[in-house]
């Protein structure tokens, strides 16, 4: 609360200080924010919430990966592993720091559609950058109002087409052999009915990768197309297709992460470790208006997601008759429904806003194991290819959430927010490989939670707003992390249960100089935290830790300091620790940082040149529960510059980026609990990039 309250101060000290200038007054724009399910200025909304425009994700970025613009939101920490086999890894204030591959803790929705699981698996590997309007990073105990493993959210909405129709074309290359080639068509069609807008991209990325081994191509589609009828409802309709293949470098040990950055684990040439993922998503979003101020949406969507990993589990290891091989194989099918009612009323004559709702999430997958040889194991024939099956699985997976969400304002000055969902999260799974020396291994798994949200909110002045949270929060074990026991022996790791935590939070908001300054402190008591306990070869087992504590402070401030020269700060410092399990009392949960920082400063006008720096830091993360291994912090920083040109029925954009630019080396991020000491993942060193996006209107 002290360093909540002197931010307050700071601010309306620079506020006054400001007022005495003869400058010119700033008027700000106020950004609606979605993610609370009750769309208002962000300055009103009573959480801590931060919205990246698709204006400001392109800003003299490549665009390929989400964590180019993460970096500048506080509370979140989004790593670039280098390595595409394995996806970013993101963690919100501490939740998802485990990860060892994928999204977790934290859940994703693309346009209201989740890009996470039931189970609480995400991916980000759909997410196109290019066509998004926004990206919304909702923070803190309000999170918890959608659900299992929602310690943060991550909100992508693709643009709508507007305008005339524009064909435009992208070219990106850079260090490293990157080659992107894009595709995109976009426009309004002035109809009052049917078909209004839409949006359009496709792209093709290769990469050979700043590690041996770890080459990438991705080929990533996207539409939006949105209908409207007369009788004012409305249907968006989003559809995307992703092909994917990725080599797995591997972790490094301390010495080959210091002498042999651009190394890759002998093991992994050995097994051509890698992955394949291709998934295919169609979703709808149906919103009418009804009488009354009410109004009731649908939001459905089904995919399929299949996935072939090769791993570097060693041949010798696999002869025990339980092991379930190093070639994992997944198809999933899914499929999800939201129906969801908005009513805007009054109580007592003041303002009411009520939305009541249910989810249902479906996800039927088919596991298999197999060999990652052929031949015998005593003497194989072919290494890193796909051999004898191992494993065969069915698994289901439902959850089922009836919610509902009050927002009062009591009077002029004071909200209240208040929220409660009841989580239900069903496991089944029907083993098909039943040989002698390996049982029945066929189980399920049920798991219900209440969880409660409350905020109240008071505007100072017309300026600032000063707001507490209060919430409840679980997380379920995904399948992946039941799929393996720590005693490598065989069956679902059913006696992993789901962590729950108890979360508060104080905050203030206040428009200063030009901008929006935020500072919220918080805090986290979490039972049965779920973390890794080990990882082999690219194989992770999990188990439960006991309880740990989160608490820290996050400060954050955007906005225009003088004419087209716009700057952003951000701050987190977040004390993250187990508390009670075996041995490791006290000690710092492995893959959180203590201290993250962010600086940018831009020229950035509507068109001409433009140019900008940015400057971002990370503190030491401990790479293991012992807090034994760790990966030393670091300071890097991009400069970047580039020409827009708006002429006509042309538009032209241009830029080179450099980062890394004091060729610094450290670690992207690191492997929690490597089981051999491969903890680091490291980042590229000094690297470039030149954009070339042309568009014309008809």
Do not use: C
Not at 115 to 132: E, R, W
Not at 350 to 357: A, E, H, I, S, Y
Not at 394 to 399: F, I, K, M, V
Request: without cysteine.
């Amino acid at each position: 609360m002290p360093a909540v309250v002197l931010a307050f101060a700071l601010t309306q000290g620079f506020s006054q200080a400001a007022a005495a200038q003869p400058a010119e007054t700033v008027e700000l724009s106020p950004v609606l924010v979605q993610s609370t399910r009750t769309p208002r200025s962000s300055l009103d909304t009573p959480a801590s919430i931060s919205r990246i425009d698709g204006q400001d994700l392109l800003q003299g970025r490549p665009g390929i990966h989400l964590s180019e613009s993460l970096a500048a939101v506080p509370g979140i920490q989004a790593q670039n592993r280098n390595n595409n086999a394995q996806d970013l890894q993101v963690s919100i204030r501490g939740f998802g720091a485990r990860s060892t591959f994928g999204i977790r803790g934290v859940r994703i929705y693309v346009d209201g559609i989740p890009a996470t699981m039931p189970d609480g698996q995400g991916q980000l590997s759909n997410i196109d950058l290019a066509s998004a309007e926004s990206v919304e990073v909702l923070r803190g105990p309000y999170s918890a109002v959608y659900g299992n493993s929602s310690g943060g959210i991550i909100q992508v909405a693709t643009a709508p087409g507007k305008g005339r129709p524009r064909v435009g074309a992208s070219l990106l290359t850079g260090s490293d052999n990157l080659r992107r080639y894009g595709l995109q068509a976009s426009g309004g069609t002035d109809l009052a009915t049917g078909l209004t807008d839409y949006n359009l991209s496709a792209s093709r990325m290769t990469l050979d990768g700043y590690r041996d081994h770890s080459k990438t191509s991705k080929t990533l589609a996207n539409a939006r197309l949105g209908f409207q009828f007369a009788d004012d409802s409305a249907l968006t309709l989003i559809a995307n297709h992703v092909d994917m293949e990725a080599d797995d470098p591997l972790g490094l040990t301390e010495e080959d992460f210091r002498d042999n950055p651009r190394g890759v684990a002998s093991n992994a040439l050995l097994y051509d470790t890698r992955k394949t993922v291709r998934q295919s998503q169609l979703g709808l979003n149906y919103e009418k208006p009804l009488a009354g101020g009410h109004t009731l949406q649908a939001i459905a969507y089904a995919g399929q997601r299949k996935t072939v990993q090769y791993q570097a589990i060693p041949y010798s290891v696999q002869q025990a008759p339980t092991h379930a091989g190093g070639v994992i194989d997944l198809g999933r099918d899914y499929a999800g429904l939201d129906l969801r009612w908005t009513a805007r009323s009054q109580l007592g004559g003041r303002p009411l806003t009520l939305v009541g709702g249910v989810a249902y999430d479906h996800m039927k997958e088919h596991r298999q194991g197999f060999e990652n040889f052929t031949g015998p194991a005593g003497a194989p024939g072919q290494l890193g290819v796909k051999g004898g099956l191992r494993r065969d699985e069915s698994n289901t997976l439902w959850n089922l959430d009836p919610y509902l969400q009050a927002s009062l304002e009591i009077d002029e000055r004071w909200t209240l927010d208040a929220g409660l969902r009841y989580s239900t999260v069903h496991f089944r799974s029907r083993d098909h490989y039943i040989r002698p020396g390996n049982p029945d291994d066929s189980g399920s798994a049920r798991y219900q939670q209440w969880l409660p949200v409350i905020a109240l909110r008071y505007a100072l002045s017309p300026d600032t707003s000063l707001y507490a949270t209060a919430g409840r929060g679980f997380e379920t074990p995904t399948f992946n992390e039941l799929s393996y026991r720590p005693d490598e022996q065989p069956g679902l790791n059913f006696a992993l249960q789901p962590s729950a935590s108890n979360n508060y939070e104080i905050g203030v908001k206040h428009n200063a100089l030009g901008g929006l300054l935020t500072a919220a402190l918080f805090r986290i008591d979490t039972n049965d935290e779920i973390v890794s306990a080990g990882s082999r070869g690219g194989r992770a087992t999990f188990r439960n830790a006991g309880d740990t504590r989160r608490h820290g402070i996050e400060l954050s401030w955007s906005g225009r300091v003088a004419g087209d020269l716009v700057a952003q700060a951000s701050y987190t410092w977040l004390d993250a620790r187990l508390r009670n399990p075996q041995g490791t009392d006290g000690t710092r949960i492995p893959g959180v940082a203590r201290q993250n920082a962010y600086a940018s400063l831009a020229w950035a006008p509507e068109q001409g040149w433009q140019a900008g720096m940015e400057w971002r830091a990370q503190s030491r993360i401990q790479a293991n529960s012992a807090n034994t291994a760790s990966a030393p912090g670091y300071g890097v920083a991009a400069l970047y510059t580039g020409y827009r040109l708006r002429r006509s029925d042309w538009d032209l954009d241009a830029f080179v980026r450099v980062d890394n630019l004091f060729d610094r080396h450290y670690a992207g991020s690191v492997i929690v609990n490597e089981g051999n000491g491969r903890y680091y993942e490291p980042a590229a060193g000094r690297n470039w990039a030149v954009s070339l996006n042309a568009g014309y209107r008809f």
